[in-house]
């Protein structure tokens, strides 16, 4: 299972089944790149936080990828009772549900997984990369069960 958090973008190649692509509007230069280098017929979801509409900008995504803005300001922080979500919380949110319905709950060990994750500028999103790089690794040790 590929993985990256910020990297290279050219990670997703034309064997990759399943896609996510998740980060926040400062990402969105290397978004667009890898959404350029996606096959046609790659299959999954760009997830973007923003913090206001104004940030929403148009992206040629794969007709099968999905785009999904998600506003920090409509959204309600774990940690504070009527607050805005904190940067990078919707985030994490949203890519650790993706990941329980497509990769955590397939009943098909030969699924294929590319990950690119940004927004490395939220301390909750690293903390997240790096507690999922840890489960990734476990989850593709010889012998682990998937």
């Known amino acids: 299972m590929p993985f990256s958090q910020n990297s290279d973008p050219a990670v997703c190649d034309q ?7 998740a980060g926040d509007i400062g990402d969105i230069d290397e978004i667009r790149q890898v959404l350029s280098d996606l096959p046609r017929d790659a299959y999954g979801r760009v997830i973007i936080e923003i913090a206001a509409p104004l940030q929403v900008v148009p992206l040629d995504a794969p007709p099968r990828v999905a785009v999904t803005w998600l506003r920090r300001d409509e959204r309600s922080s774990l940690s504070k009772v009527r607050a805005a979500a904190e940067r990078g919380e919707t985030l994490v949110r949203a890519v650790d549900a993706w990941l329980d319905e497509w990769m955590r709950a397939s009943d098909d060990p030969s699924s294929e997984y590319v990950l690119w994750i ?10 997240f990369c790096v507690s999922l790089a840890h489960e990734l690794r476990a989850y ?7």
């Open 118 to 127: 940004g927004s490395h500028a939220s301390e909750a999103v690293n903390e």
């Open 15 to 21: 064997r990759s089944r399943y896609v996510l692509v």
């Open 140 to 146: 593709s040790a010889p012998g682990a069960a998937a």
